[in-house]
């Protein structure tokens, strides 16, 4: 395995400070947007706290 060539297209994925900082909401949003069988939208924006590392399977 070449570390230096893998660390180096690591390196140019990671965002800089500047994108970072950036508007968020500036960005296309690519992802679908599904609507339940009530008809309401759903997303995969969760609240801080709602799935814990257990239930992501993070848990020891």
Same mark, same amino acid.
């Given at each position: 395995?070449?570390?230096?060539?893998?660390?180096?297209?690591? $390196?140019? *994925?990671?965002?800089? %400070?500047?994108?970072?900082?950036?508007?968020?909401? !500036?960005? &296309?949003?690519?992802?679908?947007?599904?609507?339940?069988? $009530?008809? *309401?939208?759903?997303? %995969?924006?969760?609240?801080?706290?709602?799935?814990? !590392?257990? &239930?992501?399977?993070?848990?020891?």
């Amino acid at each position: 395995m070449d570390h230096d060539a893998l660390r180096v297209k690591l $390196d140019a *994925a990671t965002l800089t %400070d500047e994108e970072m900082d950036a508007d968020w909401d !500036a960005f &296309e949003d690519r992802f679908p947007t599904f609507e339940s069988e $009530d008809g *309401a939208a759903e997303s %995969d924006d969760t609240e801080a706290g709602e799935n814990s !590392a257990e &239930e992501v399977g993070l848990a020891d």
